[in-house]
């Protein structure tokens, strides 16, 4: 069963910064593409990053690029998004998704989620 | 920038209703469009694939249709477990990608 595990959501002041992490398990790991996307509360979804298979190839959104960086561990089949300078704005709550790789740009696994609240 | 602009942004409908969703593109994307369904508190899961292939596992009331930028999602006998929220996601600039607005379907 594929599985993708949030964790390391918090609430964390403007400017602060957060490490969140997704473990996957239930599938090859360094076989896929991944992905990070975020809701906001009440609000849509807004792709945010990607990371290639070999972890050599990244994405990010134009309201990211800068201040996140994703990265990946294939031996702890491991997803990672680091946050710095975050702002009120990037409260949201936090999806790890697989790549289908077959079906061109199908997210087909979600995780459940990790919440990132910014604020003083 | 490609923007996806759905419609409605809700809709109200009964059991066995036959509801349609639209999705627009800035520009066309050929047929790279997917969609998704979200129920509260869940996660997405995928519905539609290449604008109309069925994801394996859903029911066959769904359907999609549509090419360049005029898409539908169409649910051809609305069921309890439909009511959720319908996100359309384009591909056509894959790696990266952008969603609709979301579409929330109601009971009436």
């Known amino acids: 069963e594929v599985q993708l595990v949030e964790s390391g959501g918090a609430v964390v002041q403007p400017g602060g910064s957060l490490r969140l992490a997704c473990a996957i398990s239930?599938?090859?790991?360094?076989?896929?593409?991944v992905h990070w996307v975020r809701q906001a509360p009440g609000k849509g979804l807004e792709w945010v990053s990607l990371?290639?298979?070999?972890?050599?190839?990244?994405y990010y959104a134009e309201s990211v690029k800068g201040r996140f960086t994703i990265s990946r561990d294939n031996t702890k089949n491991s997803l990672y998004l680091q946050m710095n300078s975050l702002r009120t704005e990037d409260t949201a709550l936090y999806y790890c998704?697989?790549?289908?790789?077959?079906?061109?740009?199908?997210?087909?696994?979600w995780g459940q989620g990790t919440l990132v609240t910014v604020s003083s | 920038d490609i923007h996806m602009t759905q419609s409605p942004s809700s809709l109200s409908a009964s059991v066995g209703d036959r509801v349609t969703i639209t999705c627009r593109a800035s520009?066309?994307?050929?047929?790279?469009l997917n969609w998704y369904q979200q129920k509260p508190g869940k996660a997405p899961s995928l519905l539609i694939y290449?604008?109309?292939s069925l994801e394996v596992g859903v029911p066959s009331r769904f359907s999609g249709g549509g090419s360049g930028t005029d898409f539908t999602l169409t649910i051809s006998s609305l069921q309890p477990e439909d009511f959720a929220t319908y996100y359309c996601?384009?591909?056509?600039?894959?790696?990266?990608?952008?969603f609709g607005q979301g579409t929330k379907v109601e009971i009436k």
């Open positions: 520009q066309s994307i050929r047929r790279y």
């Open positions: 290449a604008a109309s």
């Open positions: 996601q384009q591909a056509f600039t894959t790696p990266m990608s952008t």
């Open positions: 990371l290639s298979r070999d972890g050599v190839t990244t």
């Open positions: 239930g599938f090859t790991f360094d076989d896929y593409t």
């Open positions: 998704v697989k790549d289908s790789e077959s079906r061109y740009g199908v997210l087909d696994y």
